[in-house]
């Protein structure tokens, strides 16, 4: 085809990253498939419908986490989160059991009181009544989740926490959400 001639286009048939720029396979009106071409954005500026177009119809795929991907690092965090406690639960033991260490007692009992003043502060969740995330908005840049919550007697409420929240003290069921809406193709 030669430079500075229109011709027609009669569909797009792809998109690669070239260079860092995308660029479409072009199916020209009149020619065979043999005589496709790609095309630079910069080429198309005619066509920025079509193109829009085709973009809508084709979006372009991000690489998702497998399933055993996301339950391998859920599995991971739930064994650090598990040894951290157990660690901190053996020097609570041992500090209590040392009765002359009053300092250590002291020091953990300061650290006890600033995680709780913490977990006050920021209003965190310090129970395991979380059963299941519903679904998630966003307000004012907060991501916010809206959880069935059980209470002591066996009721069911629904309650929105911030999902950064969520993620500390019951991951799974906000990694449950999420990989339930994944879809593959």
Same mark, same amino acid.
């Given at each position: 085809m030669l430079e500075g001639e229109f011709y027609n286009i009669e569909k797009i048939l792809d998109r690669r990253m070239s260079k860092g720029n995308y660029e479409y396979k072009i199916k020209w009106e009149?020619?065979?498939?043999?005589?496709?071409?790609?095309?630079?954005?910069e080429n198309l500026e005619t066509v920025k419908e079509l193109v829009e177009e085709y973009n809508q119809l084709h979006p372009i795929a991000t690489p998702k986490s497998t399933k055993s991907e996301t339950k391998k690092?859920?599995?991971?965090?739930?064994k650090k989160r598990k040894k951290e406690k157990d660690e901190n639960d053996d020097k609570i033991k041992d500090s209590s059991q040392n009765e002359n260490n009053i300092d250590n007692i002291k020091e953990i009992d300061e650290a006890k009181l600033n995680i709780n003043e913490n977990?006050?502060?920021?209003? @965190? *969740?310090?129970?395991?009544? +979380?059963?299941s995330v519903i679904t998630v908005k966003q307000e004012n840049e907060?991501?916010?989740a809206k959880v069935n919550k059980m209470d002591?007697?066996?009721?069911?409420?629904?309650? @929105? *926490?911030?999902?950064?929240? +969520?993620?500390?003290?019951?991951?799974?069921i906000l990694i449950d959400f999420y990989e339930s809406k994944?879809?593959?193709s």
């Open positions: 009149g020619y065979p498939m043999s005589q496709c071409t790609w095309e630079p954005m690092k859920v599995k991971l965090l739930n977990i006050n502060e920021k209003n @965190y *969740i310090i129970d395991d009544s +979380l059963k907060t991501l916010l002591e007697n066996g009721n069911i409420s629904q309650i @929105y *926490i911030p999902t950064l929240e +969520l993620r500390i003290k019951n991951p799974s994944i879809k593959f």
